[in-house]
């Protein structure tokens, strides 16, 4: 159960406790979604529609040598330009058929992208008490002092409940919120939020409120926040918006000390990574010292289904795994068959690890509209709502990752992964063998304590070059392959785990060991010179022509749907 907040007011949630009843009740599983927003797990981005007539506007990126060229370049054929997105040298622009016809005829050198639009998708159920940070081993680094205190996390999402407690205090009941910023709207300020996302992955990472027994309900409860909302009430997006928060994240990366940012969202490839504007973002976050964790994303368990921007071979992807609603019993817990599968379709293997995903307990406003259109899922009293998916999955490696840095504020992005995948514990099965492939868990599941007291170096993002790649001279391939069989293995490497068919295990619970089972080293976490020659090379779903450009307007589904587990 969990306390009540510090500092009660009239904004504040109510204090009262959870009846044995509600607890019980709270046990059976539940499973709620809309096509539109899937309550929790991650944002999917989709394209618009082709325009109706040629003087209808419709909103693309440009990008070109500079962000100056590329505005220049649309106010020269009339266009209006909506967004200044400097981070990856464009700009976001509102242009009709007849001037895009235009501006690609008088500029044949700019990219222009199609303004992909995002909403939310997750599930909601669960029991009632706060045991993802014992699962990962959080609860360990708490005995050492490490709650996270100096180091920022920045959380790209819908915006979040900053007036209560348990987000804007810390363990000592002192303001943590450093900054606030509204990428939607392009002004700092309070950036409220309507559907309830933002606020709960925030509060699975960061949450200082307490249980009966006295221990931090979230992951790295001492952390600083600064908040970016670039969704709407409805969890949708766009490129757009989402880009210009990650380039105010770069801008301000030094006045805030931000260290990590939280992308709890995902979108169907494509484009090869590098192509893809939102992925390039995201590398020069990386490349500029930021520690990236994404969600793999809720379109699991089929192969090659982890999504933008969880493709990007630098970052820390992060799939889920369930405890079955027994937290104590190590046992039976399992990977969900709704956590997003690799490999990528340039090779590499993905997600990098994964983190407890299923029915997660958080904090929500009553007055979002997750929480109105699913009331039923609420422990009321505190606000506390249990939900699922890869979006918490990502939370909770940010959380471990900022007790990491409390512990060696000077880790790189490069050395933080390679501690992360060092240390992660794959699930066996009760002989010994390796549960599921490489390309279901990655390295396996996150343990915080071994990962920030690790030592080890150079076993992560070897043979990639991130500064090459954000210039776009070289790209880069993994270790992954097809057979004709429709199997998918690890170049140069046998045994069990690395040759998968695609298949996925339900014959009972898995425990995740202590021993590190993976043979061959760290091969499959690097990569090499892009060649192109896979043997899944023919079903790319953009083919050989730059996907942005080729049918630009074209519309896609975004409908998906994830069960509870």
């Known amino acids: 159960m969990v306390l009540p907040p510090k500092n009660p007011s009239s904004d504040s949630p109510s204090r009262n406790g959870l009846g044995e009843e509600q607890r019980h009740t709270m046990r059976r599983t539940l499973a709620i979604g809309t096509i539109i927003v899937m309550m929790a797990g991650c944002v999917l981005l989709a394209v618009p529609c082709r325009a109706a007539d040629q003087n209808q506007a419709t909103s693309v990126i440009v990008q070109g040598r500079n962000m100056a060229d590329a ?69 360990d680094l708490y005995r050492f002092g490490t709650y996270g205190q100096g180091v920022t996390v920045a959380v790209l999402d819908t915006g979040w409940w900053s007036n209560y407690d348990g987000i804007s205090e810390d363990l000592r009941g002192h303001d943590r919120i450093l900054a606030e910023y509204d990428a939607t709207k ?73 260290r990590i940012l939280n992308l709890s969202f995902s979108a169907p490839p494509r484009s090869h990574y590098w192509d ?113 998916g890869t979006s918490q999955a990502a939370a909770v490696v940010s959380g471990v990752v900022a007790l990491m840095l409390n512990v060696q504020p000077w880790l790189t992005p490069d050395v933080v992964k390679c501690h992360l995948l060092s240390t992660a514990k794959p699930a066996v099965k009760a002989v010994g063998s390796v549960a599921y492939a490489v390309f279901q868990q990655g390295a396996g599941m996150v343990d915080a304590r071994e990962a920030a007291f690790s030592w080890k170096s150079g076993c992560a993002n070897q043979g990639l070059d991130v500064a090459a790649d954000v210039a776009g001279t070289k790209h880069f391939g993994g270790y992954a392959n097809g057979n004709t069989s429709g199997g998918y293995y690890l170049t140069n490497l046998t045994g069990d785990g690395y040759l998968w068919s695609g298949g996925y295990l339900w014959s ?58």
């Open 71 to 139: 505005a220049a370049a649309v106010r020269g054929v009339g266009g209006k330009v909506t967004h200044e997105l400097g981070v990856i040298r464009a700009v976001g622009a509102e242009l009709t058929t007849a001037q895009l016809e235009r501006l690609k005829r008088l500029n044949p050198g700019l990219r222009v992208y199609a303004n992909g639009q995002a909403t939310t998708s997750s599930k909601e159920s669960g029991p009632e008490d706060s045991f993802y940070p014992e699962l990962v081993g959080a609860r």
């Open 186 to 258: 392009d002004k700092m300020g309070h950036i409220q939020d309507f559907n309830g996302h933002g606020t709960h992955v925030t509060s699975v990472m960061a949450c200082s409120l307490r249980t009966e027994d006295g221990q931090p309900v979230g992951v790295a409860p001492d952390v600083s926040l600064v908040g970016v909302k670039a969704f709407d009430k409805e969890g949708k997006g766009a490129y757009t918006d989402v880009i210009r928060g990650i380039n105010w994240v770069l801008d301000n990366k030094g006045r805030y000390g931000i």
């Open 276 to 388: 893809d504007p939102l992925d390039q973002a995201v590398m020069a976050a990386w490349q500029a010292g930021i520690v990236v964790v994404a969600s793999a994303g809720n379109a699991g368990p089929n192969p090659m289904t982890v999504g933008v921007p969880g493709n990007v071979p630098y970052i820390i992807t992060v799939g889920a795994m369930s405890d079955n609603t027994t937290p104590d019993n190590p046992k039976d817990d399992f990977l969900t068959s709704f956590s997003s599968t690799g490999p990528t379709y340039e090779g590499f293997v993905k997600p990098d690890l994964v983190a407890p995903g299923g029915h997660m307990l958080g904090i929500m406003s009553d007055s979002s509209l997750i929480a109105k259109q699913h009331p039923d899922f609420a422990l009321r009293q505190n606000h506390l709502y249990i939900m699922s």
């Open 508 to 565: 009972g619970g898995y425990l995740w060991s202590g021993a590190y089972l993976w043979s061959g080293g760290y091969l499959w976490s690097g990569g090499y010179l892009w060649s192109g020659a896979y043997l899944w090379s023919g079903s790319y779903p953009w083919g050989d022509t730059y996907a942005w450009s080729a049918d630009l307007l074209e519309p896609v589904s975004i409908n998906i749907w994830v069960p509870h587990e």
